[in-house]
């Protein structure tokens, strides 16, 4: 019997009735659940289904509850949410889609009943991914320090830009001077990253990317390096801060703070089944087989 942990955000109540059906088939199925907090007493409060699942919290409790997956019932950025709770755990991630593009959850509601029931007998596959860690002098600065999709340095309350001086290994490549920098993982070369101007990269790459948001020089462009290589960034801004931002979660840094950027010594496992892969994924999600060509 498999034991699910459910997590969640606002779920929109056009899906009620696909999220109590996937619940019931989960129960039907003999899986032992437990349930978000916040998530359960939302969906109690929003649809009165009476719930009571044992619950938990945080990262500690999740993690106690020692859960063969996470079942993820959301988009994208609910993934990136739950990677917080996560962590170092290596708990498999199911990434239902309720939202809009869904790169991570890319499991749409047509195809859950029969991805979960090939899930449950044990055909499914785990994508790995590799994730950004951030480092300063003194690293209760920034907690969660790690990035599944990319993590950002950029301006802080002004139009002015600023200078992001960077070197690879300890030796110097470059300053932007820019409205921000963005070093992306593969899984977030679908994001932020892309709307950049930034390259996709296939999730197994061994890569990053530095893509400049908006800068002052049209020579520069994003720059995909080994995920083996160390990473510094200093900034510059009038302001004398700037923000770091870590998937969602965003920090303001002093100026004379030194960022590290490397590779994390940790992978998030993704489930896969035979219903979802890369390329489809592409081409639903950004729409290429509009080409009439295709």
């Not at 019931?24 to 719930?51: I, P, T």
């Not at 007998?121 to 994508?127: F, N, P, Q, S, V």
Request: hydrophobic share 40%; glycine share 8%; proline share 4%.
């Amino acid at each position: 019997m498999a034991r699910i942990a459910i997590f969640g955000k606002r779920i929109p109540d056009e899906v009620q009735t696909f999220v109590e059906r996937t619940i019931d088939s989960l129960m039907k199925e003999g899986c032992d659940l437990v349930m978000y907090r916040g998530f359960q007493h939302r969906v109690n409060e929003q649809w009165a289904v009476g719930w009571t699942f044992p619950e938990f919290k945080n990262s500690k409790e999740l993690q106690a509850c020692a859960p063969d997956f996470l079942l993820v019932i959301g988009g994208d950025g609910t993934i990136l949410d739950a990677t917080t709770l996560v962590e170092r755990s290596g708990i498999p991630i199911i990434g239902l889609n309720t939202g809009r593009l869904g790169f991570l959850a890319n499991i749409t509601r047509d195809e859950a009943p029969m991805a979960l029931k090939a899930i449950l007998a044990g055909d499914y596959t785990l994508d790995e991914r590799n994730a950004l860690e951030a480092h300063t002098a003194s690293d209760d600065i920034i907690q969660p320090n790690f990035a599944l999709n990319e993590i950002a340095v950029s301006r802080k309350g002004t139009t002015s830009m600023i200078s992001i001086h960077v070197s690879l290994n300890g030796e110097f490549l470059n300053t932007y001077w820019a409205d921000g920098l963005l070093i992306s993982t593969p899984t977030g070369s679908t994001g932020y990253n892309l709307s950049c101007g930034g390259p996709i990269l296939l999730p197994g790459s061994n890569n990053f990317i530095l893509t400049p948001i908006a800068p002052h020089n049209l020579t520069v462009r994003p720059l995909v390096i080994p995920n083996a290589d160390t990473i510094t960034i200093k900034v510059e801004a009038r302001e004398g801060n700037f923000l770091a931002s870590l998937d969602s979660r965003v920090f303001t840094l002093d100026c004379e703070t030194e960022l590290t950027l490397r590779r994390a010594d940790f992978r998030f496992k993704l489930v896969r089944t035979a219903y979802t892969d890369f390329a489809s994924t592409l081409r639903n999600k950004l729409l290429w087989g509009l080409d009439r060509r295709n």
